[in-house]
T-cell receptor
Framework: DAGITQSPRHKVTETGTPVTLRCHQTENHRYMYWYRQDPGHGLRLIHYSYGVKDTDKGEVSDGYSVSRSKTEDFLLTLESATSSQTSVYFC???????????????FGEGSWLTVV | GENVEQHPSTLSVQEGDSAVIKCTYSDSASNYFPWYKQELGKGPQLIIDIRSNVGEKKDQRIAVTLNKTAKHFSLHITETQPEDSAVYFCAAVYGGSQGNLIFGKGTKLSVKP
């Protein structure tokens, strides 16, 4: 358990409405990530953060924005949701793992978003 | 751009048999290769990983091999059990970054009792 909580876990929203997904971590990790998962595409990086107010784009960032005003929270916002953003969204953190002798990525349980 | 190819996309084995999933990567600078298992409705769980300074790593019934020259790595599961049924993803870190991973598209493994 990497201490990651995603909310909401499930959401249905209408096209054109704003949506914010929250990722909360309890262990003060510096790096946090948002991925989306779609059939036939695997997991793709949307945005990531390497510290408070420090964020960068990933592979599929169009239509998404992020904010990190405190270490424990990383928010993903869909400014105007579209049907193509129907997906499962996973938050992840990078944590130093003594057993594995390096940093490893751990995922949350996911947020299922349906845009109708 | 960077890419990770994963094969096969589906794999069905009998309980007790071995399963092998193969991945190739394109970024020669990649130095970290994790494998994740994802059960239905859950997030991906790290099951094993390998760094570029070793060629093989084992953890009980699972093992991963890495061939940096050929840029491919494989997951081996021996004595498969029904609870091994899941989707498995390989990944490779790219761009020398902290942890930005590129994932394969996944392999759905079914273990038949």
């Amino acid at each position: 358990d990497a201490g990651i909580t995603q909310s909401p876990r499930h959401k249905v929203t209408e096209t054109g409405t704003p949506v914010t997904l929250r990722c909360h971590q309890t262990e003060n990790h510096r790096y946090m990530y948002w991925y989306r998962q779609d059939p036939g595409h695997g997991l793709r990086l949307i945005h990531y953060s390497y510290g408070v107010k420090d964020t960068d784009k990933g592979e599929v960032s169009d239509g998404y924005s992020v904010s990190r005003s405190k270490t424990e929270d990383f928010l993903l916002t869909l400014e105007s949701a579209t049907s193509s953003q129907t997906s499962v969204y996973f938050c992840a953190i990078s944590a130093h793992d003594r057993v594995r002798s390096g940093n490893t990525i751990y995922f949350g349980e996911g947020s299922w978003l349906t845009v109708v | 751009g960077e890419n990770v190819e994963q094969h096969p996309s589906t794999l069905s084995v009998q309980e007790g048999d071995s399963a092998v999933i193969k991945c190739t990567y394109s970024d020669s600078a990649s130095n970290y290769f994790p494998w994740y298992k994802q059960e239905l409705g859950k997030g991906p769980q790290l099951i094993i990983d390998i760094r570029s300074n070793v060629g093989e790593k084992k953890d009980q019934r699972i093992a991963v091999t890495l061939n940096k020259t050929a840029k491919h790595f494989s997951l081996h599961i021996t004595e498969t059990q029904p609870e091994d049924s899941a989707v498995y993803f390989c990944a490779a870190v790219y761009g020398g970054s902290q942890g930005n991973l590129i994932f394969g598209k996944g392999t759905k493994l079914s273990v038949k009792p």
